[in-house]
């Protein structure tokens, strides 16, 4: 156990991240707080944290995945059940943030979902959010309370270091938007770098264009902040193929896999899926193609610097 500034700390895990949760206060060499999350008959969360929380530090890890509401009721139930039992501190641990991608109006009378969210997070309880590859960085700006976004790609980075790669690598972006994250991936292991280019005529739709890039006779790996019906990473790692790829490899931060995503995936060239464990997976979910790489010794290493009041930047160094 080390010392704290702030007092006592207390981490609680709701449904969405109980195995996360529990990872994370062995790495701590701490007990997980007990923290009872039900349902009412009539449908309704019930929340009782049966020890004190009074004048503490406290932490509490929830994704807010599938069920997307419900996590993220019962960590607003969390949120206030400690402020009302004046806890000195409260942090939103939320490895995986929902809501993240409705961040703009994309069309008329459209709400701008990830901002309402952040509001009632305050509203609740949240004095800081500790979050991982949040959909776009800029939603930091709709908080006015701290928030930490930290990088999975480090855990990533670790992996494939220890596994080992091989060198006829190339790294390739499945889109525009995944660039920058691809681009620093490549630095990582001095590989070239490839781009799809696609369109999507609707959402949840993709159609591949072209591939920039060589690739033919290479082993690819596809990066992305997360995957979600896999339609994206699917499309993208047959066209590489079509191009003369060697083998496909991808990773992710979230992997969120909703619809037919694991059908997809078990059908796919996709060879290996390397995913971080923000999102706890179903049984049903837990294919061989599927790798789970846990992030437990970041967030506790964050957590240990937050509740110092010690520099959360340095974590972004690999």
Partial sequence: MFNQVHGAIKIFAGNGSRKLGAAICQKLGMKLGELDVGKFSDGETSINIKETVRGCDVFIIQSTSIPVNDNLMELLLILDACKRASAGRITAVIP??????????????????????????QTAGANRVLTMDLHSSQLQGFFNIPVDNLMGMPALVRYFKKIGLPSDLTVVSPDTGSVVRSR??????????????????????????????????????????????????????????????????????HAVLSGPAIERIGASPISKLIVLDTIELPGDKQIDKIKVVSIADLFAEAIEHVSHDLPVSKLFDD
């Fill in 96 to 121: 995986y943030f929902g809501y993240a991608r409705q961040d703009r109006k994309a069309r008329a009378r459209d709400p701008i979902s990830a901002k309402l969210v952040a509001d009632i997070l």
């Fill in 184 to 253: 620093a991936l490549a630095s990582k292991f001095n590989a070239p770098l490839a781009i799809i280019d696609k369109r999507r005529p609707r959402a949840n739709v993709m159609e591949v264009m072209n591939v920039i890039g060589d690739v033919k006779g290479r082993t690819c790996l596809m990066l992305d902040d997360m995957i979600d019906t896999g339609g994206t990473i699917c499309q993208g790692a047959a066209a590489l193929m079509e191009h003369g790829a060697k083998e496909v490899l991808a990773c992710c931060t």
